[in-house]
């Protein structure tokens, strides 16, 4: 068995501004910093390998407040990158990725605490975006000093514990390789999203960007074959929420495409109850048969403190449609109590932390729950992870991916490296060359 150490890890910022603005909860995002990591890992034995790892920093979505502004809240997250460079560069003992995460994040998350945005604090979920850049460095380093793709390093010849030191006593005995495949799937459904702002179609539009790129939900489709839609819903506003549904069903219904569409429905966390979302369900049924029938999941419709007092209750809802976590979702115990609020799936991120994004999947399987993959608006090599993760867990057929509309100046460079993830073609991501050591990331 392999043990490595952490002997260097470096970082960097690259700042990109969005084509067009994304509506994300009460707010308008229309730039993105991403934060690169660079690692340099040795063995026991004095081999040592090169890792990187890249996340989008999306501090609307894990920082959010009422109090501080944008560069408040993105500078804290800069903050937080330093010092996660100086903990992960200083701490000394050897591990496979897996352990190595265990030790890291409680370091982590203290550093996080003590360091307030005045009398803010920084929320865990914030803490482990900034965190997953790191991780996807070191486990891109692990495989490639083995000469090896990750997922192929994910059983007991290569891990020092068993899946009960990270989950619970019922999962004595497995490893993670019992829960993702080492071949990826060949083909992932792309999940195109039908943001708040976004034109559906040429008559949406109050002027064009021109730059080649489609513009309209109608003019995606056409160009990407995409057949699975997120559609980003307010949460507080009932009518326009069923009227939003409504409209793109009947948008891709009028297309002369014959697809099996699939619909996802994100309120962003805005719903004041479960009520809120089983009426919205149960009006949209009264809508065109197919409509209804093309809802393949409810994103997490309500805020994200499960332990508030008067959290709503989802067995209902669940029993409809499945509801799976997402904000959330930051550990073992947040899927456990997840579950007892009813919640009958669980949203899968690579900005959460690949070892997170791998126990988190393989409880869910465990469990029976509903599984997806979801986005950051992640570009690069963030994207490239991304699609790793979704076509090695065997549960999963599709992955959300939005960087290509948002903002693709961020994919500039990597398309002719992996031309199957950055231009999709019949609504799918193609793995086809991702195999590659560590990651299967080329920077």
């Given amino acids: 068995m392999i043990l490595v150490k952490v002997k260097e890890a470096a970082i960097s910022f690259q700042d990109f501004m969005y084509r067009a603005p994304m509506k994300f909860r009460a707010s308008i995002v229309d730039r993105v910093t ?7 890992v040795e063995s026991s034995g004095g081999r040592t390998a090169a890792g990187f790892g890249s996340m989008t920093l999306g501090n609307v979505w894990s920082f959010p407040s009422a109090t501080l502004g944008y560069d408040q809240t993105l500078n804290a997250m800069k903050r937080l990158a330093m010092q996660f460079a100086v903990i992960t560069e200083s701490y000394d003992a050897a591990g496979d990725p897996i352990e190595l995460n265990h030790h890291l994040e409680p370091l982590y998350l203290e550093a996080a605490r003590s360091m307030p945005v005045g009398n803010t604090p920084i929320p865990p979920l914030c803490t482990l975006v900034v965190a997953s850049a790191f991780d996807a460095a070191i486990h891109d380093a692990f495989g490639k000093l083995l000469g090896t793709n990750c997922y192929r390093t994910y059983g007991p010849d290569f891990l020092g514990h068993d899946l009960s030191r990270y989950l619970d006593a019922r999962f004595q005995g497995e490893y993670l390789n019992q829960y993702v495949t080492v071949e990826p799937r060949p083909c992932l459904h792309v999940y195109h999203l039908a943001g708040a702002l976004d034109p559906l179609t040429a008559g949406d539009l109050t002027a064009r960007i021109d730059d080649g790129i489609p513009e309209t939900l109608q003019e995606w489709v056409r160009a990407d074959g995409v057949d699975h839609i997120k559609i980003k819903l307010d949460g507080n506003d009932l009518e326009w929420d069923i009227d939003r549904v409504l409209s793109v069903n009947a948008v891709l219904s009028e297309l ?3 697809k099996d569409w699939r ?3 994100d309120f962003n966390e805005r719903c004041q109850d479960a009520e809120y979302v089983i009426d919205c369900l149960a009006r949209i049924r009264d809508g065109p048969p197919e409509a209804f029938a093309r809802i393949e999941y409810v ?3 309500t805020h994200r403190n499960l332990d508030a007092p008067g959290t709503p209750d989802m067995h209902e809802a669940a029993r409809i449609k499945p509801v799976v976590i997402d904000e959330s979702l930051v550990d073992y115990a947040s ?3 997840a579950r007892e609020l009813g919640y009958s799936g669980v949203a899968l991120k690579a900005c ?3 070892t997170n994004a791998l126990l988190m999947g393989a409880a869910a399987q465990k469990f029976g729950m509903f599984t997806c993959v979801q986005d950051l608006t992640c570009p690069g090599a963030s994207l490239l992870q991304s699609i790793g993760l979704a076509a090695h867990i065997p549960t999963i057929t599709a992955v959300e991916s939005n960087a290509r509309q ?4 961020a994919n500039a460079g990597w398309a002719a490296k992996f031309p199957g993830v950055f231009r999709p073609e019949n609504g799918m ?3 086809a060359g991702m195999t590659g050591p560590g990651l299967g990331i080329v920077e």
């Fill in 34 to 40: 991403l934060l690169n990591v660079s690692v340099r």
């Fill in 256 to 258: 002369a495409e014959q």
């Fill in 263 to 265: 619909y996802s429905l």
């Fill in 299 to 301: 994103e997490q419709p």
């Fill in 335 to 337: 899927l456990l109590r």
């Fill in 352 to 354: 959460k932390g690949q």
């Fill in 406 to 409: 948002y903002v693709p100046s």
């Fill in 429 to 431: 991501f193609r793995t």
